[in-house]
């Protein structure tokens, strides 16, 4: 029940956490250790009748299970490239199924075993439930070190899928296990029927979160002029999608059957449909504001799940003899079984992989290393009855205060222990180094800053705005500091900076294709499919670039790794809605579209040539020009050739979008007016209202 005091609490620890971005910063130390000493010192100011209020707020399962989980689910999935995802599939699910399994395995009897030989009697039920629920890492504090430090995107990303779908392994099976054992233990047609339900859960939560993403994204796009329609589907979608999952597999069937869907799942396929596919479909300025909102709502879920983990640190038993040898006792053998789960897993998954797609070793130690645990693990003991009880069971606490305090010893362990020495970790490995093309990038993008602070210094001198002694200081500084840059670029072979500029220049040029695209679909002068399809063009020539490619396809826009793309398109024939051909509009669209961004390229890259001679060479340079001329050409004859086949529909479709174009005008001329305040309130939505109706 919400109280004063737990609304007081819940504040106290959000601003807390807030502050504690800047202290983190300033001890060197990752945010979530802070945080977890942090609810250490709460957890010892709630035995002082002043701050007695904050024992008012706790975690319980209703909040973690249906409130702070499927916030920090959909947030991590949403964001999720799923065209990456697929390509690094095999070890991901590799490490998310096959590793946990081992992990478990491990855990439960090593742990077992390793307890009978100092006489505490732990039933092999019970390893096997800690084994479960502590094997699922949690990727919070690694991965905001791994952005910190500089680590490859891929490893980020192998350690995010293989976090986000081994907790789904973690809950069927911690669940299965749980039931089995409420119901009297295992036999041999309770384990048949726990491998059934764990099948189900997996398949039908895919299932029911395509159905609810599809669903949702359909919403999202009906809704697309009203952002605040677009951004509160994304916050309904990722709770109703967890719970609808979590209510139908409580549900019998026609009071004969269940089906199993896990809510994890379920949950992570909606979000990374949405993220994916239904985005597209959102306002433009819901699109930028949804990803900052479920930032927002993560870091203020993780500030409250750590804080709280603090204080139920100081509330266990963990110092009571024989639980804190069991806690010793429990992070070794859960830090060798990691260990052991992930090098022949890896061994086995790099034997069928090229040399470019193996996972080179320092990578292993790094997944080995930084398992951390954190929420699901608190969850799923939060799951287990009180009043649980196990044949042979002796201790001086019961089964669910055993595994609670076991679990916060390991969490803690992970978070002061491995999370504190990643860095030292990525340092001694230099996974924090540049690549040859970053490392282009960088001085390049130096080159161009201090380039263009020198022309503006120079303007502002000229203006008067700075005195010419400052001014001519700030010169002097920026220039060296413009041609240290670029003799760095130069030490490179020429053969070498070649084939890097023009690879850097590619991407830059594809990026500004991406841009004025979506400036393009935001004022509806492309539909969703000429939108997608030239989206899928961009996107595999920037993937074949970036892997060194440097004559990526034209033609292809899309391939088996768009699973969304060719779902939707799938289920639109299969009701009639989508033909094989593009209809006139749509290339009409499609060729106008492609003739404009390619000069919009080429109007960028004039201006970036003033200093081109210097950062880029020239071939780099002209080869750039010369195959952007191309492209604007051939788009552009046959965007011609289009016009004169139908001429009387071409004009139409040109009146359309010139309208659009002019409508875009008047909101950008009424925005302007409206925030330099030269009309109220009322004026703007009378007028926004009249352009709406033109």
């Not at 030269?678 to 939505?685: D, M």
Request: aromatic letters at 10%; glycine letters at 6%; hydrophobic letters at 50%.
């Amino acid at each position: 029940m919400l109280t004063i005091g737990s609304t007081l609490a819940i504040f106290l620890m959000l601003g807390i956490s807030s502050l504690g971005l800047f202290l983190a910063k300033r001890l060197h130390l990752p945010h979530t250790v802070l945080l977890v000493l942090i609810g250490i010192g709460l957890g010892f100011l709630t035995l002082t009748p002043a701050f007695s209020f904050i024992d008012e707020f706790r975690l319980t399962p209703e909040l973690l299970f249906y409130l702070l989980l499927p916030t920090l689910i959909f947030e991590s999935a949403y964001q999720m490239n799923v065209r990456k995802l697929l390509a690094d599939g095999g070890v991901v699910f590799s490490l998310s199924i096959g590793s946990f399994l081992i992990s478990t395995a491990l855990i439960t009897g090593l742990l077992h075993l390793l307890l009978l030989l100092i006489d505490i009697n732990v039933p092999f039920s019970i390893t096997l439930l800690f084994g479960a629920l502590i094997s699922a890492t949690d990727p919070v504090a690694v991965l905001a070190l791994f952005k910190e430090y500089g680590v490859p995107r891929r490893l980020s990303l192998i350690f995010e899928g293989e976090s986000l779908f081994n907790d789904a392994t973690a809950v069927a099976v911690f669940l299965i296990t749980l039931e089995a054992i409420t119901n009297g233990g295992f036999t041999i047609l309770t384990s048949l029927a726990g491998f059934l339900t764990f099948v189900s859960m997996l398949f039908f939560g895919v299932v029911f979160g395509l159905l609810v993403g599809g669903f949702f994204a359909y919403l999202v796009g009906f809704a697309r002029e009203n952002e605040v329609a677009s951004i509160t589907l994304t916050i309904v979608l990722a709770h109703i999608t967890f719970i609808m999952a979590e209510v139908i597999s409580s549900t019998e069937i026609f009071g004969l059957f269940n089906i199993h869907i896990s809510p994890i799942i379920s949950t992570t396929v909606a979000s990374l449909l949405m993220g994916n596919y239904g985005r597209a479909k959102m306002n433009p300025k819901a699109e930028s504001f949804v990803i900052a909102l479920w930032e927002q709502f993560a870091f203020m879920a993780n500030s409250l799940i750590f804080i709280l983990i603090g204080v139920l640190i100081v509330e266990t038993p963990i110092f009571e003899p024989v639980i804190f040898t069991t806690i010793i006792i429990t992070i070794l053998t859960v830090a060798l079984a990691r260990a052991i789960s992930i090098y022949p897993v890896i061994s086995t998954y790099n034997s069928f992989q090229g040399k470019k797609r193996r996972i080179p070793l320092s990578w292993q130690h790094l997944l080995a290393w930084g398992s951390l645990r954190g929420a699901l693990a608190v969850t799923m003991v939060f799951l287990i009855p009180d009043s649980m009880t196990v044949p042979g069971w002796n201790l001086s606490v019961s089964p669910k205060e055993f595994l609670l305090s076991i679990t916060i010893g390991c969490i803690a362990a992970t978070l002061f222990i491995k999370a504190t020495t990643i860095k030292k970790l990525v340092k001694k490995f230099k996974l924090d180094k540049l690549t040859t093309i970053e490392e282009i990038e960088y001085q390049e993008a130096r080159a161009l800053i201090h380039h263009k602070v020198t022309e503006r210094v120079a303007k502002y001198q000229e203006r008067g705005y700075i005195d010419s002694d400052i001014a001519q200081k700030l010169l002097n500084e920026h220039t060296l500091a413009f041609h240290n840059a670029c003799d760095q670029i130069n030490l490179l072979s020429k053969e070498r900076r070649d084939d890097l500029a023009f690879r850097v220049l590619r991407i830059y040029a594809i990026g500004i294709e991406k841009r004025h695209l979506k400036d393009l679909y935001d004022y509806n002068e492309v539909t969703e499919p000429v939108f997608r399809r030239i989206q899928g063009k961009l996107r595999l020539q920037l993937e074949a670039i970036e892997e060194g490619d440097l004559k990526p396809d034209v033609t292809i826009h899309d391939d088996g790794r768009d699973v969304f793309e060719i779902f939707f398109r799938t289920i639109k024939k299969l009701v009639g809605r989508c033909g094989d051909k593009q209809s006139f509009a749509e290339r009409y669209m499609y060729y106008r579209a492609q003739a404009i961004i390619s000069r919009k390229v080429l109007k960028e890259l004039s201006i970036l040539n003033q200093a081109s001679s210097t950062i880029f060479t020239r071939e780099a340079v002209d080869h750039v020009n010369n195959l952007y001329t191309s492209f604007k050409e051939n788009s552009s004859l046959k965007f011609e050739n289009l016009k004169s086949q139908n001429p009387e529909v071409a004009k139409v479709l040109a009146e359309s979008l010139a309208g659009h174009g002019v409508h875009t005008i008047e909101e950008k001329v009424l925005n302007n007016i409206f925030h330099k305040e030269l009309i109220t309130q009322k004026l703007y939505i009378t007028l926004k209202e009249e352009t709406s109706k033109n």
